[in-house]
C-alpha cells in the first residue's frame, strides 16, 4: 500500500511496476537469507547491497556492464540525487513518474523494506516493522495531492494492523521483542516459514 500510495505523489502509474519489484525482490531475498541462517550482521548489509544492485538494474541499466554498477552508474545517481536535493523544496506534486524522484523513492521503499523485515524477523518486533513504511506514507499524504486520500489512508491502516496483529500472535509464544520489557535476541525460530510468517509477508507486501 505504500507504493500505491505513491499515485498521490507521481502523475501516472508508470512508477509502480519498478517499485514493487523492488520490494518483492528484497522481500524474498530476506527470505532466502532467514532460511539459510545467515546472521543479521552479515544478511542486513548484503541486503542494502542488494538495494543498490536493484537499482541500477532497474533505473540505470543502460550504463551497467554485465549487470554490475560502473563509473557512468555511480555518475548518474549523483546527478540524480543533486536533482532531488535541488528541487525538494520547489517541486509540486504530482511529479514525472520517470527520474530522480522516482528513483529517490524505489530506494527508500527498499531501505524500508530491509528494516522492516530487520525488525518483524531478526529483532521480534511486533509495531516497529510498521514504522519505516508509516513514515513514507505520512510523507506520500502530505506533500500528496487529494487523489484517493480518504480510501487509501483506511486501506493502508487496516494492512498495518493485521501486520501487527499477525506479529503479535507470532511472538507472544516465546522469542523477543525489539522494543519491550524482554531482551533483545536474534531467535532461530523466526527463520522457519510457517503459516504465520508468510501470512506476514502478505501483509508486507500488501503494505
Same mark, same amino acid.
Given at each position: ?36 541462517? +545467515?546472521?543479521? @550482521?552479515? /544478511?542486513?548489509? $548484503?541486503?542494502f547491497?542488494?538495494?543498490?544492485? &536493484?537499482t541500477?538494474l532497474l ?10 554498477p ?9 546527478v ?47 509495531v516497529?516493522?510498521v514504522?519505516p513504511?508509516? +513514515?513514507?506514507? @505520512?510523507f /506520500?499524504?502530505? $506533500? ?6 480518504? &480510501?487509501?489512508?483506511v ?5 498495518a ?34 503459516s504465520?510468517?508468510f501470512?506476514?509477508?502478505v ?5
Amino acid at each position: 500500500m505504500t507504493a500505491v500510495s505513491m499515485c498521490r505523489v507521481f502523475s501516472d502509474w508508470d512508477y509502480l511496476a519498478p517499485m514493487l519489484v523492488m520490494v518483492g525482490a528484497l522481500h524474498f531475498a530476506s527470505l532466502v537469507l532467514r532460511m539459510l541462517r +545467515v546472521r543479521g @550482521v552479515i /544478511a542486513i548489509p $548484503l541486503l542494502f547491497v542488494l538495494v543498490a544492485i &536493484l537499482t541500477g538494474l532497474l533505473y540505470y541499466r543502460a550504463s551497467l556492464s554485465f549487470g554490475l554498477p560502473t563509473g557512468q552508474t555511480l555518475d548518474s545517481i549523483r546527478v540524480d540525487a543533486r536533482l532531488v536535493f535541488r528541487q525538494f523544496a520547489t517541486a509540486v506534486a504530482p511529479v514525472p513518474s520517470h527520474g530522480s524522484f522516482a528513483t529517490a523513492t524505489a530506494v527508500a521503499l527498499g531501505v524500508c523494506a530491509v528494516l522492516s523485515d530487520a525488525f518483524a524477523f531478526r529483532a521480534q518486533g511486533r509495531v516497529e516493522p510498521v514504522v519505516p513504511c508509516g +513514515v513514507l506514507f @505520512v510523507f /506520500a499524504a502530505a $506533500l500528496g495531492t487529494e487523489r484517493q486520500r480518504v &480510501l487509501l489512508t483506511v486501506l493502508w491502516i487496516g494492512v498495518a494492523l493485521l501486520a501487527i496483529a499477525v506479529l503479535r500472535f507470532a511472538h507472544t509464544s516465546g522469542g523477543s521483542t525489539w522494543m519491550g520489557s524482554r531482551a533483545f535476541t536474534l531467535d532461530r525460530k523466526s527463520t522457519r516459514l510457517n503459516s504465520v510468517t508468510f501470512l506476514y509477508l502478505v501483509c508486507r507486501l500488501l503494505l
